[in-house]
């Protein structure tokens, strides 16, 4: 069987650049926030970010292979 690709791009047009540091980091267990980026990478492969003309793009993809 051939490895399956699944991608996803989301855009945020006219959108400010982000701010602080791209990396995923687990926040203590009373933050309210901060858990994203974490449970993005736990659920793909590759997550890549392109900033282009005002517009932020995430591009998240999960590549499957599975021996049947």
């Known amino acids: 069987m051939q490895p399956a690709l699944l991608q996803a791009r989301v855009s945020a047009y006219h959108a400010k650049p982000p ?15 901060g858990r994203g980026l974490a449970l993005i990478e736990a659920l793909v492969t590759t997550v890549t970010f392109e900033r282009q003309d005002g517009t932020n793009t995430w591009v998240l993809s999960r590549t499957s292979s599975q021996d049947q």
Do not use: L, Q, R
């Open 19 to 33: 701010f602080g540091p791209m990396e995923p980091a687990v926040p203590g267990e009373e933050a309210e926030s």
